[in-house]
């Protein structure tokens, strides 16, 4: 692993909900993964895309999911979403359809949205392994136990152990680990425990390609 490390992110926030209703941090949720991953190495522009605001709007967001579909030879794919979330079905049917990627991963951070996640849930299990993504989703009953004014109580908690000091010549991120770390901070928060599914990996290592200390709070 390294320089030669095909990936492909895609961070999307959406802050207003189809009711009206709006949340106040998802956009700045999305804006935090992307950035985090960019401090890792993982910065190029047409690698690690960020859609918030007009830009996530569902044509907008269905375009960049059939482009993810249509990538080859990737290493890593993971789509982190935060907010509203108003495509999941057609979300979790590329990942499973995505063949070409070695590690698919799906990140969400929602709230009001028990339906989804029980759908969400049935469709992973119904998955054969070589197929399931590993998915890790926090869906909050309300808008207050999902965040505070700056993030996601979740998604601050994995930004957290994502960007955690590490050893000079360490060169790997074990995502897994940082998973089970940010789901067991949470609990307390959110009430809830998050929806995690993996396929049978015991461990999953991603490279870290550069460790560029980059502001962002």
Do not use: K
Not at 125 to 133: E, F
């Amino acid at each position: 692993m390294g320089l030669d490390f095909r990936y492909h992110l895609l961070s999307i926030g959406v802050n207003r909900e189809a009711n009206g209703a709006t949340v106040r941090s998802a956009e700045r949720d999305a804006f935090g993964m992307s950035w985090t991953f960019a401090q890792l190495g993982y910065w190029r522009a047409d690698r690690n895309r960020c859609l918030t605001g007009g830009q996530a709007t569902p044509s907008a967001v269905e375009a960049h999911l059939s482009h993810c579909a249509s990538l080859n030879d990737l290493d890593l794919l993971l789509i982190y979403w935060s907010g509203h979330v108003f495509a999941l079905d057609p979300l979790v049917d590329m990942l499973a359809e995505q063949s070409d990627a070695r590690t698919r991963i799906l990140i969400v951070d929602t709230c009001h949205a028990d339906d989804r996640m029980r759908r969400l849930q049935a469709a992973l299990d119904a998955m054969p392994d070589t197929r399931r993504p590993i998915a890790l989703a926090s869906c909050a009953p309300d808008g207050r136990t999902r965040e505070n004014s700056l993030h996601g109580f979740f998604t601050s908690a994995l930004l957290r152990q994502l960007r955690r000091p590490r050893r000079p010549r360490v060169r790997s991120l074990d995502l897994l680990d940082a998973f089970n770390r940010a789901a067991d901070e949470t609990v307390s928060r959110v009430g809830a425990e998050p929806l995690f599914a993996t396929n049978g990996a015991g461990r999953l290592r991603i490279p870290i390609l550069t460790q560029t200390s980059l502001p962002f709070e």
